[in-house]
């Protein structure tokens, strides 16, 4: 079952019962899991999976309150991906154990805060502890690009959103008054 993207805002109107739902951290899952932890695994795979614009996805996102997420790990650059059982991770209740190198800043996107990106600091490379779909521990490192995703992906499950970590936004000029009004940017007199 597929389930809708919660979104901050959509058109010219804010979600407010998304936002509670985006903003809270998400639970953890005890293992073994049980039917409904791998109900909520298989939910978020297959929404992720039937989508071809998203680089990765976080249970929060889908309404699931549960330290799930799932991401690409190859393939960043195509439209349309093969979507192939090795093409994608999913981690259950990941924990960075380790960082590497200097921040480093980049632009990001998000589903769950359409139209805009911000640019944010993440580190460059990482290593993850977690458990994979079927409830076995891992251990992974993710360097450059992955690294900035699967920061991105893991910063839902905390109620963190792009928007609180954005060095720069930016937003179409199509809809400026509309941003304008929600991030209560400053007029130059």
């Not at 960043?76 to 093409?87: H, P, V």
Request: net charge neutral; glycine share 6%; with cysteine.
């Amino acid at each position: 079952m597929t389930k809708k993207i919660l979104t901050l805002w959509d058109d010219n109107k804010i979600n407010r019962s998304d936002e509670v739902v985006l903003r809270r951290p998400a639970d953890e899952i005890s293992a073994p899991f049980d039917e409904r932890a791998m109900d909520d695994i298989r939910t978020l795979m297959e929404t992720f999976l039937k989508r071809d614009d998203a680089l990765g996805l976080a249970a929060p996102q889908i309404g699931i309150s549960r330290k799930i997420i799932i991401f690409r790990n190859k393939g960043f650059e195509e439209k349309t991906w093969s979507k192939g059982a090795g093409d994608y991770d999913v981690l259950v209740n990941p924990r960075i154990v380790s960082t590497r190198g200097e921040l480093v800043r980049g632009t990001e996107g998000c589903l769950s805060c359409p139209e805009i990106q911000v640019e944010i600091d993440r580190y460059p490379e990482i290593k993850v502890q977690a458990c994979d779909s079927k409830g076995k521990k891992i251990s992974r490192r993710y360097v450059d690009f992955l690294a900035r995703i699967v920061q991105h992906e893991m910063d839902h499950l905390e109620g963190i959103l792009i928007l609180d970590r954005a060095e720069n936004l930016y937003y179409p000029n199509k809809k400026r008054a509309f941003f304008e009004e929600i991030f209560q940017v400053k007029k130059e007199p």
